[in-house]
């Protein structure tokens, strides 16, 4: 029921495993190239994945994100530059288009460097907002490394990051490669916070524990008196997903993806100086992965709608339907994880729901999982339903967008046009027309009877005798 050229491509995107569903094309952009070597493991573990990596710095004259109106590249891995811009080849305005154009964006901050202004009004345009002076540090007194931060306190040891809400998966938590019972944590150097605006767009992934603050190190005082923000307003992880579901994370400290963080060792001064294990290496795979559409990527295989009623044409998708039709809708989804498709499920506490819509939603219905056509790469959810009793030009209309999954946002157009006047049911089917059907009988069969009887009728014979009057 589906056409031929769906199922081409549904089965060629199962057999063909890409890295990453946008291409793997990886732009770096560093101070020097040469400090890609402090960064070796986590750049081998991009390599590694199927990622050709391109190094630039922001002064190079070959610099370009576009040619000919198409992107050089999938993908941006921005690193802490001294350069006051990123220059004319990377403003704000082309980093927008970048992402306009379904371009991925990396962002790693460092304390000790201050954030280009092209890339403070990058942020700020998305509704993120950076301390005044661009190198705010964030301590906690508290929840500090004992062993590398014991005077300054600036390096952060906090719990793996849990999900958002309840029925969105932990892309970020320790995950695979940790046996259960390791104490694990994240550790987090030299970090500079960001406050997050109210946009739906915006997701937090780790934020700074309520002890935690943010400060100007330049500033040689013994009492902060202006704090740019503390506690859990501070974003140090942070991801942003577009509308096209273009994806920027900001990372508050790119020293955290630096080799000597990768599986180091970390004393809690919050859990009497315990030694633990860091699973930085793991944190950066997967927040890497997200913002270079490696997981969360949901993607529509095909959508279905026809009559659901005995005896009528098996036709799919169907341009015109006829009012108080019952008809069955199906949405076939998968998600990408890291190198498959697999089937989306739907979290218990979650729904997917399907709007008949002209201008506003005539239904709202719920989804439900149909396992008769889903498989093994594909989860299919269907509903059936009837037609209002209203014509006009209709949409199906699924809109699913959730923290850290690729937005849905499918329509489909139908007309819904009136009875023909064959289609109506006859009036001796009606028993409440039997009265007024019986009323009519009775009236013709009456004038039927009187007209007879007028005309049949002969008059009265007899002889008359008329008085003549002189």
Known sequence: MRSLFSIFVFVFAAVVSAISTSGNRLLAILDDVA????????????????????????????????HLGERNYDHILLFPTRTKGLGPNLTPNILVDFMNANGNILVALSSEVAAPSSLVSLLSELDIQLPADRTGLVVDHFHYDASNAADKHDVLVLPPPKPVRPGIK?????????????????AIPRAVGAALGASEL?????????????YNPKEQTEVVDDLFAAGEQLALVSAFQARNSARLVLVGSAEML?????????????DGNKAAKTFNREFAKRVSGWAFNEIGVLRVNWIEHHLDEAGAANESNPKIYRIKNNVKYTISLSEYAWTTWTPFFLPSEDALQLEFSMLSPFY???LTLDEAQSSDSASAYSTSFKLPDQHGIF???????RPFLSNVEEKNTVSVRHMAHNEWPRSYVISGAWPWIAGVGVTVTGWLAFCALWMYSAPVNGNRETKKTQ
């Open 364 to 366: 709202r219905l719920p």
């Open 170 to 186: 932990d892309f970020f938590g320790t995950g695979a490669g940790k046996e259960e019972g390791d104490d694990v944590v994240l």
């Open 202 to 214: 915006l997701t937090p992934i780790v934020r700074a524990p309520r002890t935690a603050y943010s």
């Open 35 to 66: 400090d890609k070597e402090n960064y070796s493991k986590f750049l081998g573990d991009l390599e590694s994945r199927g990622f050709q990596i391109s190094f630039e710095t922001p002064k190079s004259e070959s610099l370009a994100l576009f």
């Open 395 to 401: 949409n199906f209309k699924v809109n699913y967008k």
């Open 258 to 270: 630096q080799d000597k963080w990768f599986d180091a060792k970390v004393t809690k001064a919050a």
